[in-house]
């Protein structure tokens, strides 16, 4: 057990919709990664955020967001959602200090039919 | 741009055999981090060992130890006596900064090992 959280773990919905994901990183981690994992594009960084402000950003779609809250856990918002959108969603969380050892919680398996 | 290569796509070992699980990566960084990840068939990554550019010594976590060659810029995990438990894919990883605050990690495309008794 990593110490991240993720909910849910897995979601079923139809294109067009819209869901949420949620984080809660490890005790005292102050930065949040998401990451999507799919069959075709492989692991691929989305956005980091550290103590509720955007960091960087990676290869986020517009259609998806996120945001992290004062009590440090963060939300994947993904809408319009597509047939390709069907991936794992990883939260990871970090220290703060020259390892950043990201640590991953479970996922979440979206199926978008 | 940075760049993790994992050319094995499958490797097989007999229960209680080492196993080498190759990684080569591109940097322009003189600082920077590699790490290896666990997947099992279950889907969480799971972290095993982590290797800093600095690092004099190879890193060791257990079973695990990573192969740190700096001019040929590989970072090679070794699993020592093989358990039928380490049947997964394993990621290669480095830490990218992509701005002044901000990092990610970058992905190799994973290798899966399989174990036999």
């Known amino acids: 057990d990593s110490g991240v959280t993720q909910t849910p773990k897995h979601l079923i919905t139809a294109t067009g919709q819209r869901v949420t994901l949620r984080c809660s990183p490890r005790s005292g981690d102050l930065s949040v990664y998401w990451y999507q994992q799919s069959l075709d594009q492989g692991l691929q960084f989305l956005i980091q955020y550290y103590n509720g402000e955007e960091r960087a950003k990676g290869n986020i779609l517009e259609r998806f967001s996120a945001q992290q809250f004062p009590d440090l856990h963060s939300e994947l918002n993904l809408s319009s959602l597509e047939l390709g959108d069907s991936a794992l969603y990883f939260c990871?969380?970090?220290?703060?200090?020259?390892?950043?050892?990201?640590?991953f919680g479970p996922g979440t398996r979206l199926l978008v039919l | 741009a940075q760049k993790i290569t994992q050319t094995q796509p499958g490797m097989f070992v007999q229960e209680k055999e080492a196993v080498t699980l190759d990684c080569t990566y591109d940097?322009?960084?003189?600082?920077?981090?590699l790490f290896w990840y666990k997947q099992p068939s279950s889907g969480e990554m799971i972290f095993l060992i982590y290797q800093g550019s600095y690092d004099e010594q190879n890193a060791t976590e257990g079973r695990y130890s990573l192969n740190f060659q700096k001019a040929r810029k590989s970072a090679n995990l070794v699993i020592s006596a093989s358990q039928l438990g380490d049947s997964a894919m394993y990621f290669c990883a480095m830490r990218e900064h992509l701005n002044q605050a901000g990092t990610a990690l970058i992905f190799g495309k994973g290798t899966t090992l399989s174990v036999s008794s």
């Open positions: 990871a969380s970090s220290e703060t200090g020259p390892r950043e050892t990201q640590y």
């Open positions: 940097t322009s960084d003189q600082s920077y981090g």
